[in-house]
Structures are given as C-alpha cells and as structure tokens.
C-alpha cells in the first residue's frame, strides 16, 4: 500500500497551498479530491474574449503568507493588483450608487449615515468596550457607531464578504482583527490611530490592504499551485473517501475508477466542508463532530454579464453592494474590467452581480429567465444599462451551500475541533469551517498547518 507523510482531502486552495507547502518542505504529501477538477470554490471560466470566475473574484493582501506564496510561484503566475480605481466602493441608497467614504470631508457629506449617528461617532473613542465575545457584528455596529452605520455601511459589507446575517455572525470569529482592535485598544478609532503608529516588521508589511487576482484568473493561482505538487501527487475522482484510525496510522480508502484504493499516511488534513466531515471521519464521537457538521453556510448565485458595449465609461469603481435595508433581490455588483486587466474585450463591460445569501435562499430556486429579469433591471436602474447595448454573455452559477457564516456555535465548534485534534494526534481539520472564509485566510492557514507537519515529521525521522 503506498505511504505518504501526509494526505491532503481536497483540492481547492486551502488543500492545495497545504500540499504546495508540505512538498516544498520535502514533505510526501498526496492530495485526494472527489471532483474531476481542483480549485473548488475557485472557477475561471473563458467566453467570447470575457474572463469571469464562478467562485471568488478578488481576495486581499491580508497576510504576509499571501505575499510569500505569490513571490514563491512567480514563475508560473503573476500576482494581479486591482487598478486604484478599485478603491472606491459605492453602496446603493435609494436607488442611487454613493461612495462609500474614506476621509473626514467625505465621512461628513455623505447621506449614507445619519447626521445623528455622524456626530455620535465624536464619542466613540470614549465608549466602553464589549464584554460579550459571542456578541454580534449588528450589535457592536450599533453600540459603538449606530444604526444608520449597521445599515448602510457594515451589512453590505457583510453581504460583501459572507452573503449573511451581520444579526448572525459573531465579531469575534467573523471579523477577527475589529474585534481585537476594539479589545485592545478599547475604541475602532484610538485602535486605528495606534495601528497606525505601530512599528512594523518587514514581514509585517507585505500584509497590505490591496485587492488582488491572478493575470488572467483564479484558476491560474490553482493550476500553478497544481504544477508544483506535480500531477502525480493529485488524485482526481475519488470517491466515497473514509478514513481509518488504527494503530496510530491513518488509511484512507476511496473509490477509484470503481475499484477501491487505499493508502496510509502519519498526518491528515481535512480541508472539505463541515458537512461533509461525518462521513469522512466515522471514528469520531458524535457529540463531536454533529456541532461541526452542523455549521450553517449561506447559498449564494453569481450572474456574470457582458454587455457589448460599455454603457457608462466614466463611471469607475470596484463595485457596488445593496444594503438588505434597500429590499432590493440583489446583494451586489462587481465590475471585474475596470480592476483587472482583459477582463473583457477592449470597449466593453462585464458584470458579476451577486444574488440570494443567508436572508434569501428561495431566490436560487430562480428560473434561468427570472434572474436574468433581475440582472437586467438592477443594472437598467443604477448603471445606465439599456436595450442598445445588447448582452452578449450571460451565465448564471448556484453555489447551494457557498459561505460558512460564523455564527454562535463557532466557539463550541472549534472547542470540539480542538478535541477531536488533541485525541487523534496527526489529523488536522481545516478549510474555511475555521479561521476565515476570505482566499488570504485560506493560504495561511494551509502554510501554517504544513510547517507544523513538516516540524513534527522531521523531528519524528531524527
Ligand atoms: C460564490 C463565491 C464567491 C466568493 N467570493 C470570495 C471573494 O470574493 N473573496 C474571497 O476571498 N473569498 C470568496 N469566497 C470564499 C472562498 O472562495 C472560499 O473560502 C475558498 O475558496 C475555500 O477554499 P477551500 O479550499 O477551503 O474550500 P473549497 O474550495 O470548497 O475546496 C474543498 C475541496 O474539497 C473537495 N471535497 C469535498 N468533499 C470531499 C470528499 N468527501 N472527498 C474529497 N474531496 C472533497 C471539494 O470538491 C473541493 O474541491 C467566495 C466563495 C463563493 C462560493
């Protein structure tokens, strides 16, 4: 039966940077995926000159580790920073796009928030801070900067990020780093003036707030990753993946080609979604591992559009997010070729136009015409769409369960992970079920899962 150091399950990008590490380190590592692709959430896809992802469309330099692993693979694809353009984001109030601001003056003259909640933001610095870590994001939002910022600046960034619930999602594990700044330092704004102050490590600076993709997709991050750990190191279409613990070895049996195949390895790194863990790890009590599988994830539709023609040149930005407050069907726009460079052929436009979430999971059940009547209405009433500029690509992608929301079971979920880590030394429970949903947080989680395993097994073989 063939051995490895350490088998990696599933192939989207926090699997695949695991192994990229893993290997890099001179770690045997195999990665197992069900599907016959790799990249998982992350999908480009290639029509009549458009370039368009299905999954996530752009990620953010939040790490170091981001910065490293594009550095480190620089010869098989280059690391794409979106235009200065993309900084600015709009946020729809009735009807009408308006910047979201970024300085004083702006902060002051924008009708997104109320002169109430504007002027109350003078007192955030001396507010209390929370003492309730399973507090929400909807409700730290209105103790410290008010309703009027709930609704028009943090819940469409939640939709941004989680197509959720900002009423849902505890601070503390969905938006980690506010948390702490409000922890440490005991206000948003004396954190962020501290932050800003603070010396810096090197390291420390390649952590940025830049929007990145890959020159000419996602995918190309995938197949980079996939060309490294070699082709013979990806397993493809494997079935029905269970997993043995016996003897302090683990042995994965699959269906392949449907014949069942079986291999060992010292270390596992699960890395597919919450649910699907039950079935992977049989040997697991269930008091532990049903509060993992429970971990909701809210459903999500992507509407990529290209239209012939672009209707409003001038009009520049990275996009712009619907607040739930507007009942509108739509959660947001993106404008992929005003960020990145051949998006769509010269002088035209494309679109991703986001649809559903955690509030509406019925509107995935959409007939193929109805959302288009969605997506060409919203783009009619905030983008200067009309019938003269015809579309020429549309493609609609579903994604059922597509983003864990970090609710308030996440402590007593990660409490059980940890368990379930400490009682079966070797096996490590990873992907976006933990540590961040966002592309950065997937590559740093993969790098520090591999440097542990590469520690232990070079500490194991003396
Ligand atoms: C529509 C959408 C838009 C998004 N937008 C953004 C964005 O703009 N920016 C951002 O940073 N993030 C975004 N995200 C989130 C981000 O894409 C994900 O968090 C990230 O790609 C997840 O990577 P992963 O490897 O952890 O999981 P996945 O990509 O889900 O990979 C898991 C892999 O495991 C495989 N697998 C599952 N079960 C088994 C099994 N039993 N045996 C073997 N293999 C199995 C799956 O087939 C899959 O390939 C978005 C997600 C979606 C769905």
């Not at 920073?81 to 900084?87: F, G, R």
């Not at 849902?168 to 440490?184: D, F, G, I, R």
């Not at 959660?331 to 509406?360: D, T, W």
Request: hydrophobic fraction near 35%.
């Amino acid at each position: 039966m063939e051995h490895y150091d350490c088998a990696v399950i599933g192939g989207g990008l926090t699997g695949l940077t695991t192994a990229f590490k893993l290997r890099s380190l001179g770690i045997n590592a195999i990665v197992i995926e069900k599907q016959n692709r790799i990249g998982g959430q992350i999908e480009t896809h290639y029509t009549k000159g458009y370039v368009y992802e299905s999954g996530p469309n752009t990620g953010a330099i939040s790490h170091p580790e981001v910065a490293e692993l594009f550095q480190s693979i620089s010869q098989y694809c280059q690391l794409e920073i979106a235009n200065p353009s993309a900084k600015r984001r709009l946020i729809l109030k009735q009807g009408v796009f308006h910047p979201l601001p970024n300085g004083i003056k702006g902060g002051i003259m924008t009708p997104l928030f109320t002169w109430r909640d504007k002027f109350r933001i003078l007192g955030e610095p001396f507010r209390k801070k929370g003492s309730n870590p399973n507090e929400t994001v909807g409700e730290l939002t209105i103790r410290r900067l008010g309703k009027s910022f709930l609704d028009y600046a943090v819940d469409p960034f939640i939709s941004g990020i989680y197509s959720g619930d900002p009423m849902k999602l505890v601070t503390k594990y969905a938006l980690p780093k506010l948390y702490a700044l409000e922890q440490t330092y005991g206000s948003f704004i004396k954190g962020g003036i501290a932050k800003a102050k603070e010396k810096k490590s090197d390291r420390d600076k390649m952590a940025t707030k830049d929007v990145f993709s890959v020159e000419g997709g996602l995918s190309n991050l995938i197949s980079s990753l996939a060309q490294i750990i070699g082709e013979r190191h990806i397993i493809l279409n494997a079935k029905d993946i269970v997993i043995h613990h016996e003897h302090e070895k683990w042995q994965i049996d699959f269906l392949y080609k449907d014949n069942t195949k079986s291999l060992t390895a010292n270390h596992i790194v699960t890395t597919t979604a919450a649910y699907q863990l039950p079935k992977i790890l049989p040997f697991v009590d269930k008091h532990l591992i049903n509060p993992i599988a429970n971990l909701p994830y809210a459903s999500l539709m992507q509407v990529s559009v290209g239209l012939k023609e672009n209707p409003n040149p001038a009009f520049k930005a990275f996009g712009g997010l619907i607040p739930s407050i507007e009942k509108e069907n739509v959660l947001g726009i993106l404008f992929p070729y005003q960020c990145f460079k051949n998006r769509s052929p010269k002088g035209k436009a494309l679109f991703s136009i986001f649809i559903g979430g955690i509030k509406h999971p019925d509107l995935l059940l959409l007939k193929d015409d109805e959302v288009k009547e969605i997506a060409i209405d919203i783009l009619q009433r905030t983008m200067g769409y009309d019938e003269k500029y015809p579309i020429e690509h549309f493609a609609i992608f579903r994604h059922d369960k597509a983003i864990p929301q970090y609710d308030e079971n996440t402590k007593s979920r990660i409490e059980c992970i940890s368990k379930i880590e400490a009682a079966y030394p070797g096996l490590f429970i990873a992907g976006n079920l933990k540590d961040g949903i966002g592309m950065a947080d997937r590559i740093k989680q993969g790098i520090s899962i591999a440097i542990k395993i590469a520690q232990t097994t070079q500490k194991d073989k003396g």
